[in-house]
Each structure stands twice: as C-alpha cells, then as structure tokens.
C-alpha cells in the first residue's frame, strides 16, 4: 500500500514537473509571439505611412499634371488662332514672310516657357512676377501660375 501511495505521489510530481516544463514552454513562445505582433504593429504603422505619402505624391503629380495640361492647353490656343481672314495661323508661312519677327516672339517665348518649368519645379516667383498687372508684364505660357495677380480683363 505504501508502495502505490509512494507510487502515485512520485507520478504526481512527476506529472507536475512536466506541466512546469510545458507552461514554461509556452511562456516562452507567448513571449516571441508578443514581439512578433509589435513588429508586425510597427510594419502597419509604416505601410500606413508610406501609403499616406504615395496619397500626397500622387495629388501632388496630379495638381503638376493640370498645371502642365493648361500651359500646354494655352500655347495651342496661341499657336493656333484664326487671323483676320478667318483661316488658322500658319507659323511657317509667317517666319517666311517675317523672320525677325517670329524669331522675336519664339525667343521670348521660350524664356517664357523655361521660367515656367522653373515654377513648376519649385522655385519662388520674383518680385516682378507678383506685382504683374499689364498683359505686356505677364509670362504669357503660364500666366495662372507665373503670375497670381494678373486678372484679365
């Protein structure tokens, strides 16, 4: 009889050792189980921020992509007017006929159009642009945003 209680008793501590041994074990994975969450935590919260950042790339390309459509939407509209007769304009047979002239308007224009990538790039309007009240004041590629405060009349 003793020897079944010594029996039991010696199994039960046995059993419980190897409960300890278990719980331990799983202490130990709950713990790399935790860390694995928080750094999972920490990618969310930089996916989030990329993701917030990839937003404001986006609609910042968007609002350049207006900006450029209406420079370019202008500069059609200038090269393509009707003239006096009604018929469209014809820059080649015009430099024909007025080379001087032409090269003078394309030259300023091109000026015009290498500020205006300037501004779209980031750099500051000059004092000259801002305080631009007269058309013959005004960057006539992109006067929205080279000019801010030219109203047309």
């Given at each position: 009889?003793i020897l079944v209680v010594l029996a039991a008793a010696g199994?039960?501590?046995?059993?419980?050792?190897?409960?300890?041994?278990?719980?331990?074990?799983?202490?130990?994975?709950?713990i790399k189980l935790e860390d694995g969450i928080s750094e999972?935590?920490?990618?969310?919260?930089?996916?989030?921020?990329?993701?917030?950042?990839?937003?404001?790339?986006?609609?910042d390309l968007e609002d350049l992509n207006r900006v450029l459509?209406?420079?370019?939407?202008?500069?059609?509209?200038?090269?393509?007017?009707?003239?006096?007769?009604?018929?469209?304009?014809?820059?080649?047979?015009?430099?024909?006929?007025?080379?001087?002239?032409?090269?003078?308007?394309?030259?300023?224009?091109?000026?015009?159009?290498?500020?205006?990538?300037?501004?779209?790039?980031?750099?500051?309007?000059?004092?000259?642009?801002?305080?631009?009240?007269?058309?013959?004041?005004?960057?006539?590629?992109?006067?929205?945003?080279?000019?801010?405060?030219?109203?047309?009349?």
């Amino acid at each position: 009889m003793i020897l079944v209680v010594l029996a039991a008793a010696g199994g039960g501590v046995l059993y419980v050792k190897a409960l300890q041994k278990d719980l331990d074990t799983a202490k130990a994975n709950i713990i790399k189980l935790e860390d694995g969450i928080s750094e999972q935590k920490a990618v969310i919260a930089q996916q989030e921020k990329d993701f917030e950042s990839i937003i404001k790339v986006r609609n910042d390309l968007e609002d350049l992509n207006r900006v450029l459509e209406t420079a370019n939407k202008n500069l059609n509209e200038k090269f393509n007017k009707l003239n006096a007769a009604g018929d469209r304009r014809d820059i080649g047979a015009l430099s024909v006929n007025r080379p001087k002239s032409i090269e003078k308007i394309l030259n300023k224009d091109e000026v015009h159009e290498r500020r205006c990538f300037e501004i779209i790039g980031g750099s500051p309007l000059t004092e000259e642009e801002l305080n631009a009240t007269k058309k013959s004041q005004i960057n006539t590629v992109c006067p929205e945003s080279a000019n801010p405060n030219y109203v047309t009349y």
